[in-house]
C-alpha cells in the first residue's frame, strides 16, 4: 500500500514539473548574420542555462513562468529578450563598444565590468597580441591608469618594477600581487634569481608567461577590490586568466616574428688622440712639478704605464644588432561536454650587448569538462624552461658598461702577445663579453586543478588545487684571462621555491523581484618551500676545466631552507537592486606564520554604487552611462623575510676544532602586518551612444606600521631591532577615456587615454630620523619616496674674486663649483632640513645638503589610437611621464673631469678653461680638490619624457580569399619598439632604475643596460 501511494505522488509531481516547463530554441548571430558558437543563454534570475552549438543553435528548458532570457557572448553587448508564445527565438547580438556586459573574475567570482564597484582597469589582450614587447609586465606599462611599469634595464628577461598607485613600503616589496589562473604565484621579493650581484638586471618572473596564452589582464587598483586577497594585496592585484577552448571547430593557429634590437643612440665620446690631448690637460702641471717632458710618452713612461696608441671605440665593439625571434602554435576546440586549448611557445631574445641573451621554451595544455550540469572539473597547467645570459656586472665601473665608457680609447683591444688590453683595473669590455660565462636557467611549472559542484541552481561549490614550482640555477665562470681573477673562478647556485595552494569557495546567487544577491565563502592553504645553495670555488689549474671539483680553493659553500605557511577565511557578499543601486562587502582574515603574536591579520573592504543612468530624470539624458563608486578597504602586505619576527642563530662560528653558533638576529615577537587603508571615490561614464567613455577615480591610500629598523645599544650584540614604526601616504587621480572617433564604411579608428597622477609622502620614520642610502638618496618625512639629497650649485667661479666672496671652499680655483650655502647645522632636533636648522655659517660642508630632486612622476600614462580599413590595421602607442627626476650618477665618472677615466665629448669639448666660459662642466683637475663630484644637483637631470612604445601596421587578408586557400586568417604585420623618444636626458635612456625594486633609492642611473630599439616582422595563420 505505501508503496503504491509513493509511486502515485511521485507521479503526480513529475507530471507538474512537466507541466511547469516548456522548450525553447533558435539560433544566436551577430549583425553580420555570422552564427555565434558558444554564447551563454541564462533565463534572468536563474543559473538555468545552456550554450549554443556548432551551428550557433541552442535548445533550452525553461520554467513555465520564465518571462526573460540573457544572451551573452565576449566581445558582445549582453541582450535581453523577452519570451513570448512561441517556443522559437533568434536573438542578434551587437559588438559591445565599451565591453560593460563582459564578465570577468574579480576576486573569485565572475562579475560584469557594468556592476563592479570598485577600481578595476582591463588590458585589452588584443592591443598587445602583436606587439614586440620584451616581457609580460610591460603590456601593463600606460595601459592602465594609476599603473607604473618602469624597466629596470634592457637586458632580455630583465627585471621590471610594476607599481599600482604609489609606493607603500620602505624594507618589504611594492610590487603587485600576481594571481595566474588562481593561483597566486611567486614573484617580487620572494624569489631573487640572479645570485651574481649583476645590479639593475634581476630576472623577471613574471618573464615565464607566453602573451600568447593570455586570454585577459585585470588590475584590481582599490582596497574595497582587492581586500579579497588581504594580507598580498597591499600593492593591489594583477589578475591573468589564460586561454580555454570552446565549443565548435578545432582551431590551430600559428604565429612567428622574427627581427632585430638595437642601441638607439650611444654616447659620443672623444678619439684616441683627443684623450691623449686630455692627459696632457690632467697631467702637465704634475709634469711640470717633476720637470718632467709634457708629452703622451712622458706620462706612459713615468706615470700611467704602457697604454697603447690605439684608437678604439669600445661601444662598438661591445654592442651590436640581436635576433629577436617568437614562434608559437595553439590549437583549441571541444564539444558541449569538453574543451581543449593547448599551445607551444618558443622565444628567443639576443641582447644588444654581445653574449646577453634569453631563451624560453613553454608549453600549455587547459582542459575543462562538464559530466552534467551538477559536475564539471578541469585543468590548467603550464611549464616553461629559460636561459637567461647575463654580461659581466653591468652597473658597475669594472664591468661591460663601465669599460665600454671608461677605458680610454688608447686602449687596444688585444696586446701584442695576444693577450687582452687593459687599463687601471677595469676590465676589458671585449673580454667580457667574450670570456666571461654567467647563465640562469630554470624551469617552472604552474597551474591548477578544479570541481566544481552545482549544488542547487543557486547554489555552487568549487575546490581548487594549485602549485608554482620554481626551480634555478645559475653557473658562472671567470677564467684567468679576466682581471677580476687571475686563477679562474667558479660559482653555482641554486634555488628550489615550491607552492602548494588549496582554495575551497561556495557560491550563493539569488535574483528576485529586481534584487540580485550573490554571497561567496572560502578558506584557502598555502605552504612555500624554499631551499638555496651557494658554492665559490677558485684557482683553476686550467680555464678547460671549470667544475667546481676542479678548483682548488673553496671560498664559499652554503644553504639554508626555509618556507611558511598562510591559512585564510575570506567572504563576499554582492547586491544590486535593478542595475541601479549596487553594495558590496569583503572581510579576509589571514593567519601567517611568519609572526608570533600577531598572526593573524583582517582585512575588510566596503563598496557602493550608483547607476545614475538608470534614474526617471536622466533617462533622456545626455549620458548612456554615468555610475558613481565609493569604496574604503584596508589590505596588508606580507612580502618580507620569513623569520624576521623570531631570533635567529647562525652557525660556522667555531672555535678552535669545536663546532659552534653565535645569535645572528635579534627577534621581535610583536611584529605585524603592514597595513593600508584606500578611500576610493569614482565615476564611470559613457555618452554618444558610449561612443566616448571613462572613468576618473580619486584615491588616499595611508600605509601604516611600516617595518623600520631601530637603532638598539650595542651592548646587545645588535645594532638595529625591526619594529612597526613607520608611515606612508599615496592619494592621487586615475582618469582613462575611450573614444571611437569614426566607424562606418569599413574604416574604423579609436583612441584610449590613461592618465595617473600621484603625490606620495613619507609621514613618520623611526623618531624622525632621516635614512640615507647612497647615490644621493635619503628618506624623510614630509618628503616622498626616492628624494634625492645633496648640495645645490650655483654655476662655476670664473675668478678669485668670486672665491674670496662666496662661502667657505677652502680648495676651489677657478673652474670649480660655487656650491651653496644652506645653513649652519641641524639645530636642536639633529635632524637637517627642519625648521630649527642653524643659520647659514660661511662653510660648506655636509650641513649644506638639502633636497634636490625625486624621482616619483608626477604623471604617468599613454595614448593609443586603433585604426583598421577594409584589412590593413595601425596600432600606435605612446607613454610619457612628467614631473620627475634622473639622478645621473654616469656623470660622476664620464664627466668628473678629474681622473685618468675617459670623458665624453661634450664633457670634453664644453669643459670650463676661462674666464668667461659659460658651461656646466668643471674645469679639468687632477684629484678632484674642491669636491665637484660630490653629491649635488649637478647630476640631477630632468626625467620627463614622452616615447613611442610601440607601433603595429598590419594587413589581414578577406575571408573571400581565404575560403579558397584553406585558411581561416592569414595576417601580415611589422612592429616597433621604442621607436622615438623625446627627453632632456642625457644618457642612454630616462626609464631607469639600477637598483631593480628598491623601494627607496629609485630613479638612479648608474651604468645601466640600456633599453633596446626593436622592429619585427610577422605572421599570424588560423586553421
Known sequence: MKKNILLMLLGIAMSFQMWAQRSVSGTITDEKGEVLIGATVLVEGTSIGTITDLDGK??????????????????????????????????????????????????????????????????????IADVPLPSFETALQGAAAGVVVNKNSGKPGGGVDVNIRGRTSILASNQPLYVVDGVPIISGANFDFAREGIGGSNVSVISDLNSDDIESIEVLKDASSAAIYGSRAANGVVLVTTKKGKAGKTKLTLNSSYGGAWLPEKIDVITGDEYQEYSLELWGPLLDALSLEKSWQSIQDNLLGPLGDANTNWQDEVFHTGIVQEHSATVSGGSDHTRFYASFGYSNQEGIIKSSGFERYSGRLNLDHNVNEKLSFGMKMGYTRSNTDQVQNDNNIFGVLGASILIPPVVPITNPDGSWGGAFGIENAVAAVTDYDNNIIRGRLNGSAYTKVNITP????????????????????????????????????????????????????????????????????????????????????????????????????????????????????????????????????????????????????????????????????????LKLRAGWGQTGNNVFGNFLARELFKGGENYRDEAGIAPDQIGNADLKWETTTQTNVGLDFGILNNRISGSIDFFLKNTTDLLLDRPIPTTTGFTVITENVGEVENKGIDLSITSLNYDRNGFSWSTTLTVGYLKNEVKKLVDGVPIDFGFATRVAEGQPLGSFFGHKTDGLFQNQAEIDAAATQPNAAPGDFRFVDITGGAGEDGILGTDDDLPVDGVINDDDRTFIGKAIPDFQGGIRNVVSFKGFDLNVFFQFATGHQIYNNNLAFAEGMNSVFSPTRRAWENRWKQEGDQTIIPRLVRNDPNGNRRDSDRFVEDGDYIRLKTLTFGYSLPASVLKNMGFSRLRFYVSGYNLWTATGYSWYDPEVNMFDNNNTALGTDFLTFPQPRQVIFGLNVGF
Do not use: C, M
Open 58 to 127: 541552442y535548445i533550452l528548458t525553461v520554467p513555465d513562468d520564465a518571462t526573460v532570457i540573457l544572451v551573452s557572448y565576449t566581445g558582445y553587448s549582453t541582450k535581453k529578450t523577452k519570451l513570448g508564445a512561441s517556443n522559437i527565438l533568434d536573438v542578434v547580438l551587437a559588438a559591445d563598444v565599451v565591453g560593460l556586459d563582459e564578465v570577468i573574475v574579480v576576486g573569485y567570482s565572475p562579475q560584469r565590468r557594468k556592476d563592479l564597484t570598485g577600481s578595476v582597469s582591463s588590458i585589452n589582450t588584443t592591443d
Open 458 to 625: 543557486d547554489l555552487s561549490f568549487r575546490t581548487s588545487f594549485g602549485v608554482d614550482f620554481l626551480d634555478s640555477r645559475e653557473e658562472v665562470f671567470e677564467p684567468s684571462t679576466l682581471q677580476s681573477s687571475n686563477s679562474g673562478r667558479a660559482v653555482v647556485a641554486t634555488v628550489k621555491d615550491e607552492r602548494f595552494i588549496n582554495e575551497n569557495v561556495l557560491i550563493y546567487n539569488k535574483s528576485a523581484g529586481g534584487h540580485y544577491f550573490q554571497v561567496l565563502g572560502g578558506v584557502s592553504f598555502q605552504e612555500d618551500k624554499i631551499k638555496v645553495a651557494y658554492t665559490e670555488v677558485v684557482d683553476f689549474p686550467t680555464d678547460d676545466f671549470r667544475g667546481l671539483s676542479s678548483g682548488a680553493t673553496p671560498i664559499t659553500t652554503n644553504g639554508d631552507f626555509t618556507g611558511d605557511n598562510l591559512q585564510s577565511y575570506f567572504g563576499n557578499i554582492n547586491y544590486n537592486f535593478k542595475g541601479k543601486y549596487y553594495a558590496s562587502a569583503t572581510f579576509r582574515a589571514d593567519g601567517s606564520s611568519r609572526f608570533i603574536n600577531d598572526k593573524w591579520g583582517y582585512f575588510p573592504g566596503v563598496s557602493l554604487g550608483w547607476n545614475i543612468t538608470e534614474e526617471p530624470f536622466l533617462q533622456s539624458g545626455p549620458f548612456d552611462l
